[in-house]
């Protein structure tokens, strides 16, 4: 099967030939520029509180939710705003997640890297724990 021709990478003045959207220069500078404009994970509310509180659900809910591999991370099932947000603290609005599985939920919220997107579409659960 014959493979996509290149297209020009699509970041303003750049006229470099890629298989994707950007060169990787560029790719990885819209990434840097995304994280620069992120406030801090403890300004998003991802402080130490948070860090030990995650460490004592993980030791208790050990499996991913979604695929039943080692859980890595802390959901919130319904996105939130921050820790002011009712239910940022609330236990059963969390839920065990691999690494992967919580990258692709993410992503499917908000697009990725927190640009605005499709934020509470209803994603499928996979095997319980």
């Not at 890629?18 to 403890?42: F, L, N, Q, T, Y």
């Not at 099932?77 to 940022?88: A, M, T």
Request: with cysteine.
């Amino acid at each position: 099967m014959p493979k996509r021709p290149k297209r020009i990478c699509t970041w303003p003045g750049c006229r470099r030939l890629v298989d994707g959207s950007r060169c990787a220069e560029h790719a990885a500078r819209g990434k840097r520029d995304a994280d620069r404009r992120r406030p801090s994970a403890a300004k998003r509310g991802y402080g130490r509180r948070w860090r030990r509180y995650a460490h004592a659900y993980l030791a208790e809910h050990p499996i991913c939710r979604r695929c039943a591999e080692p859980s890595e991370q802390v959901d919130h099932i319904v996105p939130v705003s921050g820790p002011e947000d009712p239910l940022f603290w609330e236990p059963t609005n969390h839920q065990p997640l691999c690494g992967s599985c919580h990258s692709g939920k993410t992503a499917a919220e908000d697009g990725g890297w927190g640009r605005e997107g499709g934020r509470g579409r209803e994603i499928p659960a996979g095997p319980s724990a």
